[in-house]
């Protein structure tokens, strides 16, 4: 197939680099996002505060019993991905349920996790707030008897926003999507 001189491949490339480059300009948009944040320790901030020269961002709800436990299951397991390939990277948890992730609640949350290192980080806002983040990231939630649900997305963001690698299904390995 052609389309006014173009191969159906170069017709599939061109549709993915458009589509990552809005997805690139949308993450970017993240650190962007001026409602502040309260991380697990009190801590007030703009979600860019928390940014790293590599941060792993994911969505997630302290009293999620389904997805996010899969979710924390792989955040885990790039950690140690990243830890075997000596790499420095950031955790930002963001919450889908700013109405019950309080401080309190995230880090109790840590502790049944045992999620002690310090470059994981639990943050909550506004319901505007998570929306604008829900936005950003093209992550997907919605309720369904009373609780929350949501896709699975992790994304990998450069220093200033830029997307490195989405993740959004379980099966994706935490060696490449750390890109090694």
């Known amino acids: 197939m052609v389309v006014q001189g173009l191969s159906w491949r170069q017709c599939v490339t061109a549709l993915l680099l458009v ?10 948009g993240l650190w962007q996002v001026s409602d502040d944040f309260v ?6 901030a703009r979600l860019s505060h928390w940014a790293g020269p590599e941060t792993i961002v994911a969505m997630e709800y302290s009293e999620c019993r389904f997805v996010c436990t899969i979710n924390w299951r792989k955040l885990v397991d790039i950690q140690t991905a ?17 109405a019950h992730d309080t401080p309190a609640a995230w880090r109790d949350y840590r502790k049944l996790r045992g999620l002690d290192r310090p470059n994981w980080n639990f943050v909550t806002g506004s319901r505007s ?16 008897n009373e609780s929350i649900m949501h896709d699975f997305r992790v994304l990998r963001l450069s220093a200033d926003g830029q997307v490195l690698a989405v ?14």
């Not at 093209?138 to 309720?143: A, I, N």
């Not at 993740?167 to 090694?180: E, K, S, V, Y």
């Open 167 to 180: 993740m959004n299904n379980f099966d994706q390995p935490a060696d490449a999507f750390l890109g090694r």
């Open 19 to 28: 589509s990552l480059q809005g997805l690139a300009h949308a993450a970017a």
């Open 82 to 98: 990243a830890d075997r390939q000596r790499r420095q990277v950031r955790f930002l948890i963001v919450s889908l349920d700013p």
């Open 39 to 44: 991380d697990e320790f009190g801590t007030r």
């Open 129 to 144: 707030a998570t929306d604008k983040v829900v936005g950003a990231l093209g992550v997907k939630w919605w309720y369904f």
